[in-house]
């Protein structure tokens, strides 16, 4: 089993930054692809980035490319997401998610996932 526990959340105004925080513990190693997906009220779960635990190679959403970066820190088992020039359509839950397969995209394709955690950017 692996345990995903997400962190960093929380309010911030329009034009700022958030880092999320991803910490895994357990057979961490079953993770070959690391994601983050975002789910707003009323919506869908929505696709945010994702890393290759072994080589980083990314992947972002149309929606955050160029504001959002996703890292990993191999040692600690931590994945992070740096989230700069937020704006309101950036408010929801976010969720770390691990794959086990490399082609992981949808989330039907991960099979870990953590809590959650509230990003609110206010106007």
């Known amino acids: 089993q692996v345990q995903l526990v997400e962190s960093g959340g929380g309010l911030v105004q329009a034009g700022g930054s958030l880092r999320l925080s991803c910490a895994a513990s357990?057979?961490?190693?079953?993770?070959?692809?690391m994601g983050w997906f975002r789910q707003a009220p009323g919506k869908g779960r929505e696709f945010v980035a994702n890393?290759?635990?072994?080589?980083?190679?990314?992947s972002y959403g149309d929606s955050v490319k160029g504001r959002f970066t996703i890292s990993r820190d191999y040692a600690k088992n931590t994945v992070y997401l740096q989230m700069n020039n937020l704006n309101p359509e950036d408010t929801a839950v976010y969720y770390c998610?691990?794959?086990?397969?490399?082609?992981?995209?949808?989330?039907?394709?991960?099979?870990?996932w953590g809590q959650g955690t509230q990003v609110t950017v206010s106007s």
């Open positions: 357990g057979r961490t190693f079953s993770n070959i692809v």
């Open positions: 998610a691990g794959a086990k397969r490399l082609d992981a995209v949808v989330p039907a394709d991960y099979d870990n």
């Open positions: 890393i290759r635990r072994t080589t980083g190679i990314t």
